[in-house]
Nanobody
C-alpha cells in the first residue's frame, strides 16, 4: 500500500489549492479515505473523509471551504481547498485506516 500526496505550495490568503493523493496497492473505493493535517507545534487533526459509499464529511473548521472527492479510475483522492487562511497552514496527509499514511504535502498560507 502506498499513498503519495501532491499539490501543496505557497498561497495567499483567500486563495485555493487542490491536493491529490494517488493510491496504489488497493482500490480507494473499497476503503474510507481521510485527509488530516498537522500545523507546527500542534497535534495532527482530522480534516475530511470520503466513505466507501461516497459520503463525505469535513471538520467544522473547514466545512464549506474544503471539499473531498475521489476519482476511482485514477485511484486518487482529492482535497479542494478554497478561501484559505493563515490557520490552514500545515502539512496535509492522506490516510487509509488503520495504519497507512502518505508522506505529506506542505500548504503554506502567507501574504
Amino acid at each position: 500500500v502506498q499513498l503519495v500526496e501532491s499539490g501543496g505550495g505557497l498561497v495567499q490568503p483567500g486563495g485555493s489549492l487542490r491536493l491529490s493523493c494517488v493510491a496504489s496497492g488497493f482500490t480507494i473505493s473499497s476503503s474510507d479515505m481521510f485527509w488530516y493535517r498537522q500545523a507546527p507545534g500542534k497535534q495532527r487533526e482530522w480534516v475530511a473523509v470520503i466513505t466507501r459509499g461516497g459520503n463525505t464529511n469535513a471538520a467544522s473548521s473547514v466545512k464549506g471551504r474544503f471539499t473531498i472527492s475521489r476519482d476511482n479510475a485514477k485511484n486518487t483522492v482529492y482535497l479542494q481547498m478554497s478561501s484559505l487562511n493563515f490557520e490552514d497552514t500545515a502539512v496535509y496527509y492522506c490516510h487509509r485506516p488503520t495504519v497507512y499514511w502518505g508522506q505529506g504535502t506542505q500548504v503554506t498560507v502567507s501574504s
